[in-house]
């Protein structure tokens, strides 16, 4: 495509992970190179105001946004984020348009953007949904489209995936509340002790529990069946925690891996926004072979779903038995101290050149 480019930055939506969001998309459109791109913010929530799911507040804020008032977010009482981190997501929120907006035809017949872009996590968004909106319009989106982005969003069908190309992953059980097999699964889960207990369907480590011994793991199942029919109890797997970002279309870069280290029990929502509960080593400090062990089964991870121009593998590096894949984001934080813009920093790609790649890519262009 030669001239300018219009970008819409698909961000917000009603999923777990509205604010963070809200400060990815932001920091998107304010990094974009100016001189070819051309960015408006689009808050997908407006799409959803007649969803049965919405809590009266989010809906409350939708119908607003449709009438194009002015949004006011108020920060969900239990999110704890950092203080600079909570302005980028008031801004953005005050400065989006409907995403109703994007998708309807001016009067000339032309189309509002080029190409979207979507930054958006979680429910609504990172899970395929918003890809398949965007494929019946014919409007190009940057990263996974409708089957790899409803794969990697689902931690049970995803391990399916993962295990049928030979990638290791942890040993588990998947839970289903209801299923016929309900009862026999929670025994073999609880034999899994100690144990990772997780929704299928969440991100940001929403819902999750550590669980030492059999009951503990019969807790978390409970308390994940919250948010999800299907939960993954899976053993936890000691070493050392990185995580792997992949850019490219057909030909695919691994970034160099970030080592994550948690100074609370384990990578929880806290920690993941707050610099001050996490060391983030990039690149991780780890011998040749370590180094391309991780870079190799997220390669393999991000074909294992059919992932387009981007993902971020996380996995732990356990010894005696190298990487085990925990997970494929598909749309991994991007602010500019996010974890994927921060490994490209270091693989020497600056945070506007990533975002323009990933543009380009997204409009065939690579
Ligand atoms: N099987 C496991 N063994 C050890 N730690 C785990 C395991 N599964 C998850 N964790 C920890 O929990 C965090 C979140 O889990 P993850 O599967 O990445 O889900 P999400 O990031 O979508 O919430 C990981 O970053 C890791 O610290
Ligand atoms: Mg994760």
């Given at each position: 495509?030669?001239?300018?480019?219009?970008?819409?930055?698909?961000?917000?939506?009603?999923?777990?992970e509205?604010?963070?969001?809200?400060?990815?998309?932001?920091?998107?459109?304010?990094?974009?190179?100016?001189?070819?791109?051309?960015?408006?913010?689009?808050?997908?929530?407006?799409?959803?105001?007649?969803?049965?799911?919405?809590?009266?507040?989010?809906?409350?804020?939708?119908?607003?946004?449709?009438?194009?008032?002015?949004?006011?977010?108020?920060?969900?009482?239990?999110?704890?984020?950092?203080?600079?981190?909570?302005?980028?997501?008031?801004?953005?929120?005050?400065?989006?348009?409907?995403?109703?907006?994007?998708?309807?035809?001016?009067?000339?017949?032309?189309?509002?953007?080029?190409?979207?872009?979507?930054?958006?996590h979680g429910?609504?968004?990172e899970?395929?949904?918003?890809?398949?909106?965007?494929?019946?319009?014919?409007?190009?989106?940057?990263?996974?489209?409708?089957?790899?982005?409803?794969?990697?969003?689902?931690?049970?069908?995803?391990?399916?995936?993962?295990?049928?190309?030979?990638?290791?992953?942890?040993?588990?059980?998947?839970?289903?509340?209801?299923?016929?097999?309900?009862?026999?699964?929670?025994?073999?889960?609880?034999?899994?002790?100690?144990?990772?207990?997780?929704?299928?369907?969440q991100g940001s480590?929403v819902?999750?529990?550590?669980?030492?011994?059999?009951?503990?793991?019969?807790?978390?199942?409970?308390?994940?069946?919250?948010?999800?029919?299907?939960?993954?109890?899976?053993?936890?797997?000691?070493?050392?925690?990185?995580?792997?970002?992949?850019?490219?279309?057909?030909?695919?870069?691994?970034?160099?891996?970030?080592?994550?280290?948690?100074?609370?029990?384990?990578?929880?929502?806290?920690?993941?926004?707050?610099?001050?509960?996490?060391?983030?080593?990039?690149?991780?400090?780890?011998?040749?072979?370590?180094?391309?062990?991780?870079?190799?089964?997220?390669?393999?991870?991000?074909?294992?779903?059919?992932?387009?121009?981007?993902?971020?593998?996380?996995?732990?590096?356990?010894?005696?038995?190298?990487?085990?894949?925990?997970?494929?984001?598909?749309?991994?934080?991007?602010?500019?101290?996010?974890?994927?813009?921060?490994?490209?920093?270091?693989?020497?790609?600056?945070?506007?050149?990533?975002?323009?790649?990933?543009?380009?890519?997204?409009?065939?262009?690579?």
């Amino acid at each position: 495509m030669s001239g300018r480019v219009r970008v819409g930055v698909f961000l917000g939506g009603a999923s777990s992970e509205r604010e963070i969001s809200l400060a990815s998309g932001r920091m998107i459109a304010e990094h974009l190179p100016r001189e070819r791109y051309d960015v408006v913010l689009f808050d997908t929530l407006a799409l959803m105001a007649g969803h049965p799911k919405l809590d009266a507040a989010l809906r409350e804020k939708a119908l607003g946004l449709l009438a194009h008032r002015a949004a006011h977010e108020e920060l969900a009482h239990n999110r704890e984020l950092p203080e600079a981190f909570q302005r980028q997501v008031r801004d953005a929120a005050a400065a989006a348009a409907p995403a109703t907006d994007a998708l309807q035809l001016a009067a000339d017949g032309r189309r509002p953007i080029d190409v979207a872009f979507i930054a958006l996590h979680g429910a609504y968004g990172e899970d395929g949904t918003i890809q398949g909106l965007l494929e019946l319009l014919g409007i190009p989106y940057v990263g996974s489209g409708v089957l790899a982005s409803a794969l990697a969003m689902d931690k049970a069908m995803a391990r399916k995936m993962f295990a049928a190309e030979g990638i290791p992953i942890p040993r588990g059980v998947v839970v289903e509340r209801g299923a016929l097999d309900e009862a026999a699964a929670r025994e073999r889960a609880r034999a899994l002790a100690p144990a990772v207990v997780k929704p299928s369907r969440q991100g940001s480590s929403v819902g999750m529990s550590l669980a030492d011994d059999a009951a503990a793991v019969d807790a978390g199942i409970d308390l994940a069946f919250g948010f999800d029919e299907r939960v993954v109890v899976e053993e936890r797997v000691r070493g050392r925690e990185l995580t792997v970002g992949v850019v490219g279309g057909r030909r695919l870069q691994a970034l160099p891996p970030v080592e994550i280290v948690p100074k609370r029990a384990f990578f929880d929502f806290k920690a993941k926004y707050d610099p001050a509960l996490c060391e983030e080593i990039c690149p991780a400090e780890l011998t040749d072979a370590e180094r391309d062990a991780a870079q190799d089964v997220s390669l393999r991870a991000h074909r294992a779903l059919d992932c387009r121009g981007l993902s971020r593998t996380d996995l732990i590096l356990a010894p005696g038995r190298g990487p085990v894949v925990l997970e494929v984001n598909t749309l991994p934080g991007m602010t500019v101290n996010s974890l994927l813009p921060k490994a490209a920093r270091a693989a020497g790609i600056p945070f506007g050149e990533l975002l323009d790649r990933l543009v380009r890519l997204a409009l065939g262009e690579e």
